[in-house]
């Protein structure tokens, strides 16, 4: 061993014991001709060390310079002056005698926490990055967070049962990634773009209680933050319902606040509907870490199918703009509100620059309109010859609106609006520090539709994938009916626009997650399902033939999740980007710049392959 | 949750209770009209179901046959005929209600330890394979194996950090298998054959101590028992020397036979080098539960040119046959003898047999010589034409045999010889029950060779791998001297020749289960190597410029191992076969039948990646 000690280890203790450390040079400051101090450095700590003297003249010849890898071996000696900040902070090596391990040339930036290396610099050097504390603390957040999980699923008798890598191809939504094969020319595997399959055939084979590290693949063009390799908390349990599961997973991912952060997370998890999501906040993953929430002044009409199938049920908060004098809320298909708390004295200045900031083509709204609510509790609105003072006080105390409060609404097509209004309550959320990285709010939205319409085909698509289960009060409605929609422009009476799925995603903070489903477990019932996908019964047979098989030898009722394990530590890291949180990740153009991959490769590979490069 | 209980969880002491079951029919017996018992299985154990006489009217209407998914509710009894063998043989269920959850038509075989499911069958219904309790042992055991690896680990400030599955294709020794990327066409990501050097770019970014339990994949022809994707417990430490891994490594594996088996494997983990296995045993990963070593008679020549390399420094056990009346030895290459204990009666028929198995191809040996060693002293061999009782004495004695052994010989060309009396020698160890399954034996294998050298190129190839380090004394060696071979027919005088490699393989009952090494760490002699190995200066920057490139910025000495952990699990699972320890694996074609793949895909994904099938 290079080393007695770590540099993270030494404490007053210590003081007088002879030892051995090895690091890298973080700093190295020289006092005259006859003292220097270096900052030694490694995973565990950085120590001082303070080289006499009666080195001096070794030290000149040897000059250890940033980055290069020391061995010193020397007393623990304590130090003068004391630095509180760091655990070594009361003692120094008064080094005897030392060895340089490795040199380094002048790093391309500074390992520091705030680096001067830019993001393509960083990603090429990425060996270097991974130096920097802040990415290092992000990597142990995350190492923290697997062993987390791991022991609480084991602890609840889940086991860790490895799934296979090479598969079949059968894209269900997503592109597979795949692999040709030498041996079976002209045939391909895939990467899983999750291991779905294989978990519930272990249900079916009676592992009970599945779960699994590991690391996905979808061939998606990638947006930022989207990595083509992803790792998921993967789980299945058999013998369970919805609410099973809802508590199972709960417990874990409190579990994992408590050990990683030493958050007691000991309020019950809230629950909201899809549809709720939807009407309140304009989005199923809501930031529930504040209120704003969306008032709807006009019955939705056309736009956004899934919602308006629903909204049968749902009382709209206001139907008093469904005819209005301001033309724009006349003609527009939904207008929306929200009421900004203390927002009521904004200037003129901010209030263009947010209209501004909902005109961006990100957002692509035509205007925004307010109203701030005075403190003498009179109105000012943008659109004030339409409205007496009456009327806008009507609207804003629709959208919850009190004195000093600003209210912004948007009106237009309800699905562009809504997006927009959602996106806006977050900005609004952000500006006001209502979201904020050290508050941590759970929630469960529920009761999502089983399926959307895909207008080009005219069939259905599902909403999570083939494998989730109806409600079962629904599961008579889709055995009973012909998925096929004779109508086109009336596949909202169909009866499959009906049916919730038993699904349930779990939203961090106002991000997805983790997301699972009581699955499917009876041949006739996935059938059925393939079927509303426009697959014919071929079909279904040759992709997924092993799963409609392994349903006739007594498959156990079961449902799983699947947490996304890279966003999960990204958000429990305070940071929105998960890039940071994986070691050696990718660029937006799916490229290791580090390695140069991907790259070219020999002719003898691709005549291995029996491949040929080109278009047809 | 559908049960109250698991079906291996119910004891006396729940007599009386009211509990829920659900779980898998294994066996249904009826007595008369009146009594069915029924044996309901899952993941935890068997639990007994007693159905009377008021439910034989609904059981006759709904008779659940052989793995229908059963649900029931009754109470907890005492058995009138206890069971022994089974933990919950004490109680039965004497049900009140129940519900069939799913059907089953009857399995292709029986859900039994011995199966008549052949291996075919079994694989193309792995989900029903996976039922039988054998295979669900083994699985149990490779979860136990995982998480005791990751105890151990953690406990030792190891951390576990993900590589990238997508990297970079470097062909070095295995073919890599290939992802063609959409986004960069004609381009190719490679998965990788081990994370080897991502583990090592950890070390320069000082994250010291690195695991993962990972997939890795190899694009080779399969021989049994081979996989195109496998798992290995990878790790890596810096500022170690070889002695640092040993111990760590052996202080796993002792913690896992401890933890997994109930094995407490006190005894130092014997040492061997390279050199003596090959002399003693024939090949580089011995089985030592049993001795029978080998005696080399004559002086080894030509043909085994690393352990001819080698042989100077080790006295030869014997040159009294370097000259010999019975032409056969006198005109080999290399005569080697194992004593067989105990076996001096052996029949001409047993001798004939014997002499059959050492003549078979895969052997392939000319003939099996021996001598009978008997009580009276006396000798009797199948060359006694040419020997007296002393000079066969002297030959038995030279093999280490006393009365009542039998000593077998077999003479020819070195590498041929050594290979057959390597594979005799382990079978005779297991015809004579020295291999016990129960019996765990580990040895490490130091000082192999850094290189062999490649006939067809007139170059070195690296043993290991091209990031394995010269033993320390023999640096300067590598750096000192220019790899190039001048005389083919002299390699064997290149200084290269006699290099050692820092490397250590662990070996457990005669298998390799891990291996690794002390890496190089500094960019002059990384280089030095892949010269050795062939590569131009431009190949080398190509296809490695990154971890030359981190060398240059502060590399620490490190070094690391990997393990088969499907390998380790059947080993210490008792078997010799991996496939059973492995949930979904694929047969010798590459093929995973259950799945049906690798298949064809579609003409749009060909052309998403800009591919065409066939040759060119």
């Known amino acids: 061993m290079y080393r007695s000690h770590t540099c993270g280890e030494l404490r007053a203790a210590h003081i007088g014991k002879t030892v051995t450390l090895a690091g890298w040079v973080q700093t190295v400051r020289k006092f005259g001709s006859s003292m220097t101090f270096v900052d030694l450095r490694d995973r565990y700590g950085i120590t001082q060390l303070l080289f006499g003297e009666e080195l001096a003249k070794e030290l000149a010849e040897n000059p250890p310079g940033r980055e290069f890898v020391l061995q010193v071996k020397g007393i623990v000696a304590e130090r003068s002056n004391k630095n509180v900040h760091i655990p070594t902070g009361d003692i120094e090596i008064k080094v ?31 060996y270097l990055d991974l130096r920097r504390s802040a990415i290092k603390k992000n990597l142990e957040l995350r190492y923290a967070v697997n062993r987390a999980a791991r022991n609480f699923l084991h602890e609840n008798n889940f086991m860790d049962l490895e799934t296979p890598f090479l598969i079949k191809s059968t894209p269900e939504g997503a592109r597979d990634f795949v692999v040709p094969s030498r041996m079976n020319p002209g045939q391909f595997y895939a ?7 294989f978990k519930q055939l272990l249900m079916v084979s009676g592992y009970d209680r599945y779960y699994q590290v590991v690391k996905c693949f979808r061939d998606e063009d990638l947006r930022a933050d989207r990595q083509p390799e992803f790792t998921q908390i993967d789980c299945e349990m058999s013998f369970v319902e919805q609410e099973d599961i809802l508590e199972m997973f709960e417990g874990m991912i409190k579990y994992i606040f408590k050990t990683v952060k030493g958050i007691h997370y000991t309020e019950k998890v809230e629950r909201m509907s899809w549809e709720q999501a939807m009407w309140d906040y304009g989005n199923d993953k809501p930031d ?42 006349d003609q527009a298909e939904t207008v929306l509100a ?50 007496d003072n009456e009327g806008l006080k009507e609207i804003a105390d629709h959208a919850g609106a009190v004195s000093g409060d600003l209210v912004f609404i948007l009106a237009g097509y309800e699905e562009r609006t809504r997006k927009a209004m959602s996106e806006l309550r977050l900005e609004m959320g952000k500006r006001l520090g209502l979201r904020k990285e050290t508050e941590f709010r759970l929630l469960w939205v529920l009761d999502f539709p089983l399926f959307e319409y895909a ?40 009866p499959y626009a009906r049916i919730k799925a038993n699904a349930y995603d779990m939203v961090l903070n106002g991000n997805e997650i983790g997301g699972g489903s009581i699955r ?40 799983g999740i699947a947490f996304g394990f890279d966003r999960l530590c990204a958000i429990l890291g305070g940071s929105e980007s998960i890039r940071d949180f994986i070691a050696f990740p990718k660029n937006n153009s799916g490229r290791d710049v580090m390695l140069d991959a991907p790259g070219t490769i020999d002719d003898k590979q691709l005549q291995e392959l029996e491949l040929r490069l080109g278009l047809q």
Request: charged share 25%; net charge neutral.
């Open 338 to 387: 929200i009421a900004v708390p203390g927002c009521g004295e904004y200037t003129r200045k901010q209030l263009d620059e947010l209209t501004e900031w909902v005109k961006r083509p990100q957002i692509g709204m035509k205007g925004l309109a307010y109203i701030k609510c005075n403190a003498d509790g009179t109105c000012k609105s943008s659109f004030d010859k339409f409205y």
């Open 288 to 329: 529930i870490r504040f209120g704003m929430k969306i008032a709807n002044l006009k019955t939705p009409s056309s736009v956004y199918p899934e919602l308006r199938s629903q909204s049968l049920k749902k009382p709209v908060v206001s139907k008093f703009l469904e005819v209005s004098p301001f033309p724009v809320f």
């Open 455 to 494: 207008e080009e085909d005219n069939r259905w698509v599902a909403r999570h994938h083939p494998f989730t289960s109806p409600k079962p009060s629904d599961i008579e409605v889709m055995i009973g009916n012909d998925p096929a929609i004779e109508d086109p422009a009336r596949y909202l009476e169909h």
């Open 96 to 126: 005897e005698s030392f060895t340089i391990l490795n040199k380094s040339i002048t790093p391309p930036f500074t390992i520091q926490d705030d680096t001067d290396g830019g993001d393509d610099l960083r990603m090429r050097y990425r």
């Open 191 to 197: 990467l899983p773009q999750s291991p779905q399959t």
């Open 520 to 559: 499917i477990y009876q041949r006739e019932l996935q059938e059925k399902m393939f079927a509303a996908l426009g697959m014919s019964p071929e079909e279904a047979q040759h992709k997924f033939g092993f799963l409609l098989g392994a349903f006739e030898y007594g498959a156990p009722p079961h449902g």
